[in-house]
């Protein structure tokens, strides 16, 4: 079931990350402990305008997370699954940070299942910390120069800061 490449278990934490969140690092920072390797795969979706390209969003995750080097960081325009054949592996890691999540993500996980069903999805619960948290609401908050240095890391905040400069 699980990916083995030399004796290690891979999978894939897939997301837009636009921007990157400290409950997207939690995900990462726990799975990283969970799996051997971790790809965290930047998905460019294209029914979204995001506000970061998504070369800005891989390099902003690699910076916040290369003090682990277990993680990879990866980015994709094409179905997960076809995503996950071609890199080989058989695992999704996605977070849940409340009840309306669930519903979604099972609906993402059922239908990646049906398409192929060697593609296992393991679902994360944040900490309840950050179970109000989401980029919209980040950006939200940034785009009219509100404080988000609690909601992401400082990489993160300072790229924020460049896309909503304050004018006067």
Do not use: C, W
């Not at 849940?96 to 979604?104: I, Q």
């Amino acid at each position: 079931m699980m990916r083995q490449e030399h004796g290690i278990t891979i999978a894939v934490y897939p997301g837009s990350f636009d921007p990157v969140t400290h409950g997207h690092l939690d995900i990462i920072h726990r799975a990283a402990k969970v799996f051997d390797k971790l790809i965290v795969a930047v998905l460019n979706n294209t029914t979204k305008n995001p506000l970061f390209t998504l070369e800005e969003r891989m390099d902003l995750l690699k910076k916040v997370t290369r003090d682990l080097p277990n993680v990879e960081v990866d980015g994709f325009r094409d179905l997960m699954v076809n995503y996950m054949k071609a890199k080989n592996v058989r695992l999704i890691v996605r977070g849940l940070r409340a009840v309306s999540d669930f519903e979604y993500e099972l609906q993402m996980a059922s239908t990646n299942h049906k398409l192929n069903s060697d593609v296992e999805t393991f679902f994360m619960t944040s900490k309840p910390k950050y179970s109000y948290l989401s980029s919209s609401i980040v950006k939200e908050i940034a785009k009219f120069h509100g404080p988000v240095g609690d909601l992401v890391p400082p990489e993160v905040e300072e790229a924020l800061k460049k896309k909503f400069p304050v004018t006067n």
